[in-house]
């Protein structure tokens, strides 16, 4: 079976400064690796997902995420943050060619500050 | 797009009633459903999931009997908590996939449900 760990309960930044959040994931095969969005009091939005190809991936409000293979990590990176981005924000690894309903981290709490 | 609806958005009823979630999607059919449990700071924990036409599929742990869920179209699936008690207030957020992706299924949520049971 599959898990994710999202090492970092807590993250704060400045606004305007670069963010990485942390994801690392265990399967045995290709995953299917996705980060959603919470912001308070709604449900989950897609921020990006990746399946195969290009390790690099391109998502939704200027976010990537990078696919490592060797790490077991698909970390999420914003090079400059906002104060709207100031969310909860989930990991979730799929398993390929199986069941494809993701195990989700315990998410990662991003506060921004002015 | 791909919008998925949920109905009433936060509820709060008296222990011991009954309280039925709607979780619609609204520009595509949703051959799977997926309901959600998440308490507060903590990550979603899938309570079933369902294929319209089908019973569903239920998460160990998980009373069938008091989470009662109906998948009647490719675009309605209900959650009945029956005989709410306060232990079930909790956020509950659906979600739907559209059936179409070649490699494993996005999967589009809900707004989220919050119950409060008195």
């Known amino acids: 079976a599959q898990s994710v760990t999202q090492p970092d309960i807590h993250i704060t930044v400045s606004e305007g400064a670069s963010l990485e959040l942390r994801c690392n994931y265990s399967y045995g095969a290709t995953p299917y690796l996705f980060w959603y969005v919470q912001s308070p009091g709604q449900g989950l939005q897609l921020l990006l997902k990746?399946?195969?190809?290009?390790?690099l991936v391109q998502g939704i409000k200027g976010f990537e995420a990078e696919f490592k293979r060797s790490q077991s990590s698909f970390n999420l990176r914003k090079p400059s943050v906002h104060w709207s981005d100031a969310a909860e924000y989930f990991c979730a690894v799929g398993a390929a060619g199986g069941s494809y309903i993701p195990t989700f981290g315990r998410g990662t709490s991003l506060i921004v500050h002015p | 797009g791909a919008v998925v609806s949920q109905h009433p958005s936060w509820v709060i009823c008296k222990s011991g009633t009954s309280v039925k979630i709607e979780c619609r999607s609204l520009?595509?059919?949703?051959?799977?459903m997926f309901w959600y449990r998440q308490f507060p700071k903590q990550s979603l924990m899938l309570m079933a999931t369902?294929?319209?036409?089908?019973?569903?599929?239920?998460e160990q742990g998980v009373e069938k009997d008091k989470f009662l869920i109906n998948h009647a179209s490719l675009t309605l699936s209900t959650l009945t908590v029956t005989s709410a008690h306060p232990e079930d207030s909790s956020f509950y957020i659906c979600s739907g996939t559209k059936g179409v992706d070649l490699y494993g299924e996005t999967q589009y949520f809900g707004p989220g449900t919050r119950l409060l049971v008195l």
């Open positions: 369902s294929n319209e036409g089908s019973k569903a599929t239920y």
């Open positions: 520009d595509f059919q949703a051959t799977t």
């Open positions: 990746y399946f195969s190809g290009d390790t």
